[in-house]
């Protein structure tokens, strides 16, 4: 499903990825970790082709096209959503027109008519149960005044209504409370199925025993420096990543 | 989203840029006593209007050019303009058959299907073609209720006794320079009587559109709502493009008597100039209402997209007791356009109250300025105004300027004034975009959303235009 060879990123010159390898193949779901500003965020965003990052080296493939080459509206139409670490706020559009709008452009891109009021309210309804949210926030303006949990809950909403075919979390975790997690996790179990791929960012194992992975990866300065199964993530739980890094670093030394 | 990015997206060309080719009966250039008087002729008008013009063209003369807004425009020469031009038709049309087929074709381009929206929407048509209202609709039902909608020239032969009541009540023929050089020289322009206790069934329209090369544009228009009436009415218009700056100057008079209420709404589209600012149209306008009566209304909502230069300060005078002014207006330059455009509300009776609501977008090289005064005189015990100041910036280039005045005259006064500037921001765009929206509907959303509170002032119909216009005002050619 996505593929991802040696991508290297930078920002005004600075290189932040810096020879990125992931496969992720339909069904699974990946956990990604790692330390502050190590560029998780930032892969999410080449993912999804965020203006102002430049591609030096590398590819990225998704579903055998190159993903490179395509808008970031028409990324999101062939399938990939991003449920963002700071969801923006968009005064005076209501969050069911953005919903809508969003809608009706993906499945206008794959030559499906728009819904219709009825139906599009009715589909709305069943998937603001999902994530228990109450119908007030479908005419308050996009995340206007939301609380952090409600901008993260909205943006699950958002991923249920879309059925994107790989999702990337990126910290959806952060900000919520117990209960809320419990609530966002259930939803996002709920869109698991065999053809939806997903990519989760998050700093803490906890998510991690409600969403289930089935790889974990450490981002570290821009690189995958391990990877394993979710055992993985109990470890750095209860031992950080100095461990890792200081081991890759001691490689990386030795080989030089 | 990058400079080069924005850029491209907010250059646009001119979607309505044709010019219909109707042989015009079209004076020579210059202005006198003579050309005054001709145009008067031409138009049969009885004594008192030839004098009314006289009059103000003579203190015309005394006048200057007024500088003090922020625009910048090269000198006008007033003399170097034709002032009368009309489409030749013999006899005026009864129905859309008998209309030159040309100028329908020219409302199809705009897609304003005459004939469609008599039918679909109930709004009769008062179309103003070069300066003489060529078509009319919807008249017999109006007349049913004692309404009266019809062109000025109309009025002036139909009930001189309403024009010589009511013209330059509101705004005198000594007002300021260019409603001074209107009252000399207007050709037509729209009127409306509603009488008292009558409720207006309709949204009343008028579509207005430059046409002829090288005229100068003045209509002149004035609503009266009796007591206890009410009435809706909407301007529109786009403009074929052109090379030379076109003068538009248009005078509006709006009265309200005791427990009336007149909402005027208001699209203008006319052509902006191109990229570098070139041929757009100077729309120097004078708009202004009189709350006469208790407890009467009066609201402007306004969504300005075109011109080069709009100078433009839709006002009420709030007179009666407990009359309330309103003023909800959206702003758009891009390009080289330059927009100096707010309001002025003036409490003279006691418990008045105003609202303003101004939206400012700007984009390109667009300079975009509000100009407001609210003015609470002695008299006015307890009343209130709040402004709402809020300006778009898209893009490094543009500006957006804020000048509030406030003159309080009496203690129980409450003025409140909020003001705010920020950019569209490419966090949003791209929220958006990731969402599957293509980067024209982002920014046409986004901006729609700023505009919000003041599009929902707007009548059904015309709220959708209105986005659908701001949407092809910003739309362009983003890579
Ligand atoms: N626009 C930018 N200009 C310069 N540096 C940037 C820019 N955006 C990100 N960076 C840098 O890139 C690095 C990676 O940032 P990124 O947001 O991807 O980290 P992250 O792994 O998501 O961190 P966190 O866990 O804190 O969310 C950081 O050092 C950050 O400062
Ligand atoms: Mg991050």
Redesign the pocket.
């Known amino acids: 499903m996505l593929e991802i060879k040696n991508l290297h990123a930078s920002?005004?010159g600075?290189e932040?990825l810096r020879g990125i390898n992931l496969t992720v193949k339909p069904g699974e779901i990946h956990a990604i970790m790692?330390p502050?500003?190590?560029?998780?965020?930032?892969l999410a965003s080449v993912l999804t082709g965020r203006e102002?990052y430049e591609i030096t080296q590398g590819s990225i493939s998704f579903e055998n096209h190159n993903l490179l080459e395509l808008a970031p509206a028409e990324r999101a139409q062939a399938g990939i959503f991003l449920a963002f670490?700071y969801p923006v706020e968009i005064p005076g559009v209501s969050n069911i027109y953005l919903l809508k709008a969003a809608l009706n452009a993906v499945r206008k891109a794959h030559g499906l008519t728009e819904l219709d009021a009825m139906d599009f309210l009715s589909l709305v309804k069943e998937k603001l149960n999902l994530v228990e949210m109450d119908q007030d926030f479908l005419y308050r303006a996009v995340n206007e005044g939301f609380s952090g949990g409600e901008k993260k809950r909205n943006e699950i909403l958002q991923m249920a209504i879309l059925e994107p075919k790989l999702a990337i979390l990126d910290?959806t975790d952060s900000g919520l409370d117990i209960d809320a997690l419990k609530i966002v996790s259930h939803g996002v179990n709920a869109l698991r199925s065999p053809d939806r791929s997903m990519i989760v960012i998050t700093?803490y194992q906890r998510l991690l025993d409600y969403i289930i992975p089935d790889y974990v990866h450490v981002l570290s300065q821009g690189r995958i420096i391990k990877s394993g199964g979710r055992e993985l993530a109990k470890e750095l739980e209860a031992q950080g990543y100095g461990w890792i890094t200081e081991k890759n670093t001691d490689t990386e030394n030795k080989t030089q | 989203m990058s400079q080069a990015a924005l850029d491209t997206l907010i250059s646009q060309e001119y979607k309505y840029g044709f010019v219909t080719d109707i042989e015009a009966d079209t004076l020579p250039c210059g202005l006198n006593e003579d050309v005054i008087r001709l145009i008067s002729a031409k138009k049969n008008e009885p004594e008192f209007m030839l004098n009314w013009r006289l009059q103000a063209f003579r203190h015309w003369l005394t006048m200057k050019e007024p500088h003090w807004s922020s625009t910048h425009y090269s000198p006008i020469d007033y003399q170097a303009i034709s002032y009368y031009s009309a489409p030749k038709l013999k006899n005026r049309p009864k129905s859309l058959a008998e209309v030159d087929p040309k100028l329908l074709q020219t409302y199809e381009k705009l897609g304003i299907p005459l004939h469609e929206r008599e039918i679909l929407a109930g709004v009769a048509v008062d179309a103003v073609f070069d300066s003489v209202s060529v078509a009319t609709s919807f008249k017999g039902k109006l007349a049913e209720l004692g309404i009266i909608f019809c062109s000025f020239s109309e009025a002036v032969k139909e009930h001189p006794e309403l024009i010589e009541k009511y013209l330059g009540t509101v705004v005198p023929h000594t007002d300021n320079f260019f409603a001074s050089l209107n009252s000399a020289v207007f050709t037509d322009g729209s009127f409306v009587y509603i009488p008292k206790g009558v409720r207006c069934p309709m949204e009343l329209s008028t579509y207005f559109r430059i046409n002829a090369a090288n005229t100068g544009q003045f209509e002149r228009t004035l609503i009266i709502a009796d007591e206890g009436s009410y009435v809706s009415y909407l301007e529109g218009c786009t403009a074929p493009m052109r090379d030379e700056n076109q003068l538009h100057a248009a005078v509006v008079e709006l009265i309200a008597l005791d427990n009336a209420e007149i909402k005027y709404s208001t699209v203008q589209n006319w052509y902006p100039g191109d990229e570098e600012g070139r041929g757009g149209i100077f729309n120097f306008v004078t708009k202004r209402g009189l709350c006469r009566g208790i407890k009467s209304k009066i609201s402007w909502t306004q969504v300005e997209t075109g011109s080069a230069i709009t100078w433009k300060y839709p006002s009420v005078i709030l007179e009666g007791d407990y009359s309330v002014g309103e003023f909800y207006s959206v702003a758009l330059t891009n390009h080289r356009q330059q927009a100096d455009t707010g309001t002025k509300m003036v409490h003279i009776g006691k418990n008045t109250r105003s609202t303003i609501i101004s939206k400012g977008i700007a984009a390109g090289h667009g300079q975009n300025a509000y100009r407001g005064l609210v003015k609470i005189l002695k008299n006015a015990t307890n009343a209130r105004n709040y402004t709402q100041c809020d300006s778009l910036l898209m893009g490094e280039h543009c500006g957006a300027h804020t000048f509030p005045y406030i003159e309080v005259k009496n203690k129980t006064a409450q003025v409140e004034h909020e003001a705010s500037t920020s950019k569209i921001s490419a966090d949003q765009l791209f929220y958006c975009q990731q969402r599957g929206i293509s980067t024209e509907d982002a920014v046409s959303m986004i901006v729609n959303g700023f505009c919000k509170a003041v599009f929902r002032e707007l009548p059904m119909e015309f709220a959708v235009e209105a986005q659908k216009l701001l949407g092809v005002s910003l739309e362009g050619s983003i890579g």
């Open positions: 920002i005004d600075k932040i790692g502050n500003g190590s560029g998780k965020s930032t102002g670490q910290e700093h």
